[in-house]
């Protein structure tokens, strides 16, 4: 780690000094369920976590400290009662959100970013317009040094080591210098070294007069010295809470002796295991159930409750009732809207761009198969011999554009949808901003993509050489593909990768057998034919049919003496498409459009705001 003192850190990435935070929180309870299958997590616990000070909660699993530290972050508040305090007044969610951050167990990060494009990003949307180019660029690279990156600041994420990916997430929200930083099991996955490293970073933070808390799964005793203040839980109650040094005197107060040489973490957790016996009450009443800091002979000092909540008329409230009260409050991010939207622009340009999956990949694909359905079916576009062969064409070119823009997304953004839900529990910028710039990075490869197909498709298989006709073409083939790329947002937002590739094409490829070519559409039951106004590939398909074969086109060539479908016109009644209408199947397309992005917007709020 480098040894830059954590004051000069401070010194340049805090805009104004800020005053000391304590954190308190008494009677704190927590159940899930309802009526009569209601289970208690929490059982009225109490603490303080004191600025300057790195803690750690502690506990076997299932003991509640996942639970507790997403309450004390604010993540959760169904369920919850008790009060929580900064500085002996009751906490506002609205200006708590914009004084701490959390830190996830997983390092959900961008992976085709480098680490100095991570952080300028995170500048312009942390900082905001009211600080320069010049300052930003400095704290970014103080930061950057702080955390022991320099060496790295060029290097994409994909090839960072997970050490490395902690301290670059942790980085990432030092810049609107978080009076409190929480982080789930930071050196989970990490080894030795890199979990010392990285809480020695921690304590840093917390040494310049932050309040630094970690949930830590059985700490090995070296890095159990580098934390300041202990809370452990055990069964949904606080057992001890107090500094490092004096857990093994307080366990010798109800004669459970830790062996010579032996991890008191490993010790404290085979106790609150109850490999030693019923001895939880004892340690839970010794210290009130957190109400009390154990230090040494000091044991009866006053309470928490005394020193802080003391004169404030504390009452026990419903923890839904305030946290939903405070979440009401607009909450405001560091940089304006417009900024928000053009750092994100720029950052998903960039990710795209060297994502092979999304562009590279995507764009061979369109390539080779457009040549190898030109060489498959050359000649049939202008002959009436073949006009059944040209519809299957016409047909199978909108299912593969609709499913090479749907998939490429399914795959991708349920992984960037978690990076999605960090920074947004993190404050950097509103899902608008974030959806919008989404949106509007993706069109030119959703236009450029199927522009290439169609045109080495249209030349090879003799469509009419008409502008006209290949524009109207054209323009059906972007509307399926934008479509396409909905279908993508909508799957990917609601399920996981798994769900969503295997649902996305399960969904859609029933709407296919209303598309009109494999049935004729007046050939359809009348009771499931509502199903293909609302099949989008029905529109494709018919659009594609109309560009080719309507608007008055001209007999087609026919090498025998005689061809049934030699005038268009009679094609199109073949499937039920002499009355169509092109401007009708646009316009279903665009509806289809803004209606699977509206819907992608309100899944992902909803995802965001059943987390936050």
């Not at 960039?350 to 590279?360: D, G, S």
């Amino acid at each position: 780690m480098d040894s830059t003192k954590p004051t000069e850190l401070w010194s340049l990435t805090a805009d104004e000094s800020k005053t000391s935070s304590d954190f308190t929180f008494r009677d704190l309870s927590y159940t899930v369920g309802k009526k009569n299958n209601v289970k208690r997590i929490l059982q009225q616990m109490s603490g303080t976590f004191k600025s300057g000070q790195l803690t750690a909660i502690l506990g076997p699993s299932g003991a509640g400290k996942t639970s507790l530290m997403n309450i004390l972050a604010g993540l959760r508040a169904t369920g919850v009662e008790g009060r929580i305090e900064v500085n002996g007044i009751e906490r506002n969610f609205k200006t708590f959100r914009k004084q701490s951050a959390y830190i996830t167990q997983k390092d959900y990060l961008l992976k085709d970013l480098t680490i100095d494009e991570y952080m300028t990003s995170a500048a312009h949307l942390k900082l905001g317009n009211k600080v320069s180019d010049n300052e930003k660029k400095t704290r970014a690279e103080l930061i950057i040094k702080t955390l022991g990156l320099t060496n790295s600041v060029t290097t994409q994420i994909s090839r960072l080591s997970g050490g490395e990916c902690k301290r670059l997430s942790i980085g990432l929200e030092l810049f609107d210098n978080p009076s409190f930083l929480f982080l789930d099991e930071p050196t989970s996955g990490l080894d030795s070294s890199s979990s010392l490293q990285c809480v020695a970073l921690l304590r840093k933070i917390a040494s310049s007069g932050r309040t630094v808390v970690a949930t830590i799964h059985q700490p090995s005793s070296r890095l159990l010295d580098h934390f300041d203040h202990l809370y452990i839980v055990a069964g949904g109650s606080c057992m001890y809470q107090g500094p490092v040094e004096f857990l093994v005197p307080y366990l010798q107060t109800v004669n459970l002796h830790c062996p010579k040489y032996h991890n008191p973490a490993d010790f404290v957790m085979d106790v609150a295991s109850g490999e030693y016996g019923d001895v939880l009450p004892q340690l839970v009443s010794g210290v009130e159930n957190g109400r009390l800091t154990y230090r040494g002979s000091s044991a009866s000092s006053r309470s928490i409750s005394s020193i802080n909540l003391e004169g404030n008329g504390f009452h026990q409230m419903n923890g839904d009732e305030v946290e939903k009260k405070n979440r009401r409050k607009r909450i405001t991010y560091g940089a304006p809207f417009g900024t928000q939207v053009k750092v994100l622009l720029e950052r998903t340009w960039r990710t795209m761009w060297r994502e092979k999956l999304l562009t590279q990949i995507r764009l061979l694909t369109h390539i080779v198969f457009g040549i190898f359905m030109g060489a498959m079916y050359q000649t049939v576009g202008n002959d009436a011999r073949y006009p059944l062969s040209n519809a299957g064409l016409l047909c199978f070119s909108q299912v593969f554009i609709v499913f090479t823009a749907a998939m490429p997304t399914v795959v991708t953004f349920p992984m960037e949808r978690n990076v999605l839900i960090r920074e947004h529990l993190n404050h950097c910028y509103s899902l608008k901003a974030y959806y919008l710039a989404k949106l509007i990075v993706d069109i030119p490869f959703q236009i450029l993509f199927p522009a290439i197909y169609l045109v080495i498709v249209y030349l090879m298989t003799d469509q009419p050489m008409c502008m006209i006709r290949f524009s109207l073409l054209l323009l059906t083939t972007t509307c399926m593909s934008l479509v396409g790329q909905g279908i993508g947002l909508v799957f990917g937002a609601l399920f996981d990768i798994q769900a969503a590739v295997f649902l996305a094409p399960v969904c859609a490829i029933p709407l296919l057998l209303f598309a009109g070519f494999f049935i004729q559409l007046n050939s359809i039951p009348y009771y499931l034919r509502w199903i293909s106004y609302a099949s989008f590939f029905r529109h494709g398909f018919e659009g594609a049919m109309l560009s080719v074969y309507d608007f008055d086109r001209p007999p087609l060539n026919c090498s025998q003496s005689y061809c049934y479908f030699r005038n268009p016109h009679k094609f199109l009644e073949t499937f039920d498409m002499e009355q169509s209408s092109y401007y009708v199947c646009i316009t279903g397309l665009m509806v289809y459009f803004v209606v699977l992005r509206i819907a992608g917007y309100f899944i992902l709020r909803f995802k965001l705001n059943s987390i936050s």
